[in-house]
């Protein structure tokens, strides 16, 4: 078993940024790799961004690639999400999920947390 929360969501102008985080508990040393995806109303969730176990390997999304960077502190078991740069497009509530191994797909991950809402005004 696998806890996950985030945190760091809120409110931002477009241009801005946030640093979502997302803590983890529970056995970690297996469900290592963390995946960041985001929901926006009426909308299928979308991979967002990956980070292996070890912090070697990230996957972006094209849609944030050069603006989202993804990362990890293995000693506090917490991932980041650096957004930079947003746009109302990326407004949604972002949800992190622990699995074996760094993946694009959402059926691969077998934890979640709750998510945390990122609102973006234009």
């Known amino acids: 078993q696998v806890q996950v929360t985030e945190s760091g969501g809120g409110l931002v102008q477009a241009g801005g940024s946030l640093r979502l985080s997302c803590a983890a508990s529970?056995?970690?040393?297996?469900?290592?790799?963390a995946g960041w995806f985001r929901q926006a109303p009426g909308k299928e969730r979308e991979f967002v961004a990956a980070?292996?176990?070890?912090?070697?390997?990230?996957y972006y999304a094209d849609s944030v690639k050069g603006r989202f960077n993804i990362s990890r502190d293995t000693a506090n078991n917490t991932v980041y999400l650096q957004t930079n740069s947003l746009k109302p497009e990326d407004a949604g509530i972002y949800f992190c999920?622990?699995?074996?191994?760094?993946?694009?797909?959402?059926?691969?991950?077998?934890?979640w947390g709750q998510g945390t809402q990122v609102t973006v005004s234009s």
């Open positions: 999920a622990a699995s074996r191994y760094a993946l694009r797909y959402a059926s691969n991950y077998d934890y």
């Open positions: 529970g056995r970690t040393d297996i469900y290592s790799a």
């Open positions: 980070i292996s176990g070890s912090g070697t390997r990230t």
